[in-house]
């Protein structure tokens, strides 16, 4: 007989439980007997539920090799249609689902996940090795064995502590910390550490800050929580702990692979792929803080051609507007937009202009905006003042996306722009006063971290919808998922010392491995740098060489002296920063500059084969050694070198004064670009690194002709 229960009936598309079953147990004599109790597991089709109390538990196979595992307290999940998922709908695979008494198993091509009788998991690969399991200490100790952490501490893998008068939780998820592993991705933080294990990492967004919260481990998993809520995650040595601060379900994916690309791959695959990097993103984009008029702008992009340098981008920074939240530009400075755009063109180069989501109570769209509820809201007091004398837009309202795009269409896209500068896309808010906002999906919290993700999609829905192809758009922030809007992330306004500079180099690094591709940082970083300063000139230069090597090569910068205002009204109330073109520094780093851009030039092709990895597959532009050599030990220990795509190594001088540094070459053959020698791989040597130049290795007999 079937019976319905409450909060797990028919009506919910969730299994009825049986009233009982035969369940096989041992007697203390020894010998075994069938006694009837409720059914705690269930089979419905591809899916494995199990129901204990409070909780409601469902895995699924999601994707090849890959499960999907969801927790609540509440009667029923969440429909990932209300943007709380970064996942997409999977391709179909056939699970395996055992079930035997209290205990369970769940089998997806190379994964497997055992469900305790204390419902504790534990997931494992083909050979049977221990990838993850959940950490318990309780004092039960029947299930034969399994709980081999028995303990009176009372502690429990899941904990949902309810948030008063509401149907949240604060979701505390803990597993076993294992001895010597190592953890990449989960985004971009401003910190030296390629392997994250021994770090606390905020599950929240800054300004440099991108939570991307997928973690590649050495033993042979990816996991993705999948959870867009305020928290952290803690990779200590004791336990691995995940914490969401307001969540109505537990959420993760996870998927087992023989190698780094394997598990990359899988997770491009439940997650989204970018798409096809046009032909300007492959090449040198000038940019500065910030160019004040139509003609100066024009100006520099001449120059640039007078001197037969490759330029793909120039970019038309914040406040070409008269007020933040207008989207359009200052007629008194950007008298011509469209023929601007077009005498660019003409030179072969693309406008990109920077958009904010900020709306000034000044602005002409302000109190529209307000009344239709397309605005974030504060939870106490007056919205005004989320950044500075401004708030934010709020897109995760679809109709508000809808309406930020037709102003953009009709002041931008009109005019001939196809790129653009999405700025504050974390959102910034003053202080990150999380507990104080509000969005259509929710309160920041519980939603706060797919801001940037929903963002990126506004324009990229609006661009795919007037037919552009291959879209790319420039963002300060990403989330699970972004990157299927060509969201291409930058570093943030990181500062100018090669302290910075040496963080950038494990935040490119993990943030590939967190599945986004595309990623840049500020050339010289932004805030600081003078440009007559000859120890800013060698951080400058440095940094130059390492963007050369980046999956796009971007300058920019608020460079010092400062600039004064051209005015008192609109986008002239602005500063800027002095001069920031290649020739702005002296003829000494304008050669070493034009050279790192003839040889990005060089190497157009071989980017542009990286880009359709990326496209096809998922796969980081830019990797740790690790990636392309997974058998080598030494590889998984390097953290200041990387590949660039399969076939290129860059060893970037990260420190002031250094004029030569170690290198370890992986086995092979491997040509230094500087001096054409041929070196075997294999071991560890040192390596010249004048001022003028960064150690780079081609691998013998592969693509780039460098």
């Known amino acids: 007989m079937s019976v319905s229960v409450p909060y797990m009936g028919v009506q919910s598309g969730l299994p009825a439980w049986e009233a009982g079953q035969d369940i096989v147990c041992g007697t203390a004599a020894g010998g075994m007997t069938k006694k009837k109790e409720k059914s705690m597991l269930r089979q419905e089709g591809n899916k ?32 990932d249609s209300n943007g709380n998922s970064a996942l997409l709908a999977p391709e179909e695979t056939k699970a395996e689902i055992a079930i035997d008494g209290k205990q369970a198993t769940i089998t997806n091509g190379k994964i497997t996940c055992v469900v305790s009788d204390n419902g504790e998991l534990q997931f494992s690969n083909q050979d049977g090795e221990v990838l993850l399991e ?70 929240a967004h800054r300004n440099s800050q991108a939570s991307v919260p997928f973690v590649l481990s050495d033993r042979g998993y990816g996991m993705l929580w999948n959870n867009p809520a305020i928290g952290h995650a803690t990779f200590g040595k004791n336990v691995t702990e995940w914490v969401a601060e307001s969540t109505k379900q537990m959420d993760y994916w996870i998927t087992a692979g023989d190698t780094p690309a394997q598990i990359e791959e899988a997770y491009a695959d439940a997650t989204g792929k970018v798409p096809m990097m046009p032909e300007y993103g492959l090449g040198f984009w000038q940019c500065k803080l910030r160019y004040q008029t139509q003609e100066e702008i024009l100006t520099v992009a001449r120059e640039y051609k007078r001197r037969g340098l490759p330029l793909d981008v120039i970019v038309a920074d914040y406040f070409h507007w008269p007020h933040q939240g207008d989207w359009k530009f200052d007629e008194d400075y950007w008298p011509d937009p469209a023929a601007m755009v077009r005498e660019l063109k003409e030179m072969g180069v693309e406008l990109m202009v920077s958009i904010w989501p900020t709306v000034d109570a000044e602005s002409e769209n302000y109190e529209e905006m307000r009344e239709l509820g397309y605005l974030t809201r504060s939870e106490y007091g007056k919205r005004i003042g989320q ?11 679809p109709d508000g996306r809808k309406y930020v795009w037709e102003k953009m269409k009709k002041n931008y896209y009109e005019k001939g722009i196809r790129i653009f500068w999405l700025d504050e896309a974390e959102p910034e808010f003053t202080d990150y006063e999380f507990e104080h906002y509000r969005y259509f999906l929710g309160a920041d919290m519980e939603v706060g971290n797919i801001y940037p993700k929903e963002y990126a999609r506004m324009a990229y829905e609006g661009m795919e919808a007037e037919g552009q192809e291959n879209i790319v758009n420039l963002l300060r922030c990403a989330w699970a998922g972004s990157q299927r809007y060509g969201a291409l992330v930058w570093s943030g306004d990181i500062d100018s010392s090669f302290r910075a500079l040496r963080n950038q180099l494990a935040a490119g690094l993990n943030m590939g491995l967190s599945g986004i591709p595309w ?17 800013f000139k060698e951080c400058f230069v440095r940094w130059f060489a390492f963007g050369a090597f980046c999956p796009v090569m971007r300058l920019h910068g608020f460079r010092e002296p400062f600039k004064a205002p051209l005015g008192t009204t609109g986008g002239g109330k602005q500063i800027s920063g002095a001069e920031n073109e290649v020739w702005s520094y002296g003829e000494e780093v304008y050669e070493i500059c034009k050279k790192y851009i003839e040889l990005r030039e060089k190497m157009r092709p071989y980017v542009r084969s990286l880009m359709e990895e990326a496209h096809e597959k998922g796969t980081p532009v830019m990797r740790p050694l690790f990636y392309d050599f997974p058998e080598d030990k030494k590889a998984w220990e390097v953290e200041d070198e990387y590949m660039f795509g399969p076939d290129v190594l860059v060893a970037p ?53 460098l």
Not at 134 to 159: C, M, Q, W
Not at 168 to 185: S, W
Not at 519 to 535: Q, S, V
Not at 670 to 681: L, S, T, V
């Open 48 to 79: 494995l539920y199990r129901r204990q109390d409070k909780e409601l538990l469902l895995i699924e196979p999601w994707g090849r090799n890959s499960l999907r595992v969801r927790a609540t307290q509440r009667h029923e999940f969440l429909p």
């Open 134 to 203: 959940e950490y318990s200490r309780v004092r039960d100790t029947h299930a034969e064995g399994r709980n081999k952490f028995a303990s009176a501490l009372e502690i429990v893998p899941r904990t949902f502590n309810p948030r008063q008068s509401t149907d949240h939780y604060r979701l505390t998820v803990r597993f076993e910390a294992n001895d010597g592993e190592k953890l990449y991705g989960m985004g971009q933080y401003q910190q030296p550490f390629l392997d994250l294990k021994g770090c606390v990492i905020e599950l």
């Open 387 to 397: 950044l500075g004398e401004a708030c934010f837009i709020d897109v995760t309202h």
């Open 519 to 535: 990623w840049t940082t500020d050339i010289g970083g932004f805030h600081g740098g003078n440009i007559y300063d000859d120890a």
């Open 653 to 705: 001088v990260l420190y002031e004064r250094i004029r030569e540094r170690e290198v370890y070459l992986p086995s092979g053959t491997w040509r230094n670009i500087n001096d054409g020698k041929e070196y075997a791989g294999g071991r560890t040597f040192t390596a010249d690194a004048p001022y003028d130049a960064i150690p780079v290795f081609v691998k013998a007999g592969t693509r780039p002709e």
